[in-house]
């Protein structure tokens, strides 16, 4: 039997080889429009106070809270977006809206509901004390804070933050760029009619959801013929064109299997095996200064590998220091049975019941069932040197979506 050349890494080994081996990608301005979902890359400090004027909370009437005059005569209205010429004085009020600045003289506010107005004289039904539903200058923000820090992730809010602030553009890691290619010579693309022997390409087009949905940007090359001129070519033509490669197809020991080659002779493979289930023959090399994922053929041993070891590489390369999903221990709910010579991981579903977490697999764990995969909210990363695990057995399960609450 024909044993391969390179060492067997376990996956925890073969993580730390790639997250080791990457740095993020050099910041660059964005504007702010176009960055959710991205890393801020600098310091985000207040130029000014937020609000920068004090500010009405509520519809209603600015007034002097110490004032205990039994009715009000009303001078005027005070809108937000414009500011009159008000004072309020003894035994005088403003009407007012939400958001708009306080007048002079003013320090409460009472809301509409307490009020009766007629023939411009209020009165009012109950009283505030100052600083009654008035935003004071800085309430949000005061000068020269530090509001955002390098790390944060660019959601909603921190986009809404960094509007507020004026801030058009932020320096931000930007979204990897990855060149994604399947190789095989019975590869068909959609919408072509498959002669015998052949099958539809699902590799590259599923490879590019899982990019996008990790937060890269996805360059698919389509299908490379096994002939090595063309690969070697396609190979530097995606690093050309992207920050990583992730190839599908190839990286196993037949005769026509060249990815390997090509990686040994056009840069340096850090590893050729992992001692896992799916995706054994996964491999990781550096090109030109790029990361290169020589990936299986087999669609549910390339979408596992991209899961625990492209996932991480993207998000350090994006600017992330959580690399990994979140682990926890889960209840199996029946037997499984593995191959005990590698850690396998299993696609399962978890749902939690009265607080405690439970597992069930799949169904049929073959590397080419994509079904498998469907529905799936986990991976149980079941150890090697066990071969059985009984119903109530507890294992590591591998949260990719939120468990379920049964």
Known sequence: MVESSYPMLSPE????CVVESLN?????????????????????????????????AMDGYAVIAEDDSPEFRVLGEQDAGHVHA????????????????LPDGANAVIPVEYSNESEGVVRFT???????????????????????????????????????????????????????????????????????????????HALAAMIAQIGGVPIVQGIIPDIEEELESAILEGLRRADMLLTSGGVSMGSRDLIKPILEKLGEIHFGRIAQKPGKPTTYATVRGKPVFGLPGFPVSSLISTELYVRPALRKMAGFTTLQRPRLTVELSHSIRHTPDRTEFQRAIVTWRAGRAFARNTGDQVSGRLRSLVGANALLRLPEGVSSFQAGDEVEAILLIEAIEE
């Open 13 to 16: 080994e073969a993580f730390q």
């Open 24 to 56: 993020p990608l050099s910041p660059c301005r964005q504007p702010i429009d176009d960055a959710l979902g991205q890393v801020l890359a600098e310091e985000i400090h207040a130029a000014e106070n937020m609000p920068p004027f004090p500010s009405s």
């Open 86 to 101: 008000f004072y309020v004085h003894p035994g005088t009020v403003i009407r007012i809206m939400t958001g708009a600045a």
């Open 126 to 204: 109950e009283r505030f004390p100052v600083g009654a539903n008035v935003r004071p200058v800085g309430q949000d923000l005061s000068a020269g804070d530090l509001v955002l820090s390098p790390g944060a992730l660019l959601g909603p809010a921190e986009i809404g933050l960094l509007a507020t602030m004026g801030c058009s553009e932020v320096l931000v890691y930007p979204r990897p760029r990855v060149a994604i290619m399947a190789t095989g010579d019975e590869l068909v693309p959609l919408g072509h009619p498959l002669a015998p022997g052949q099958i539809r390409d699902s590799n590259t």
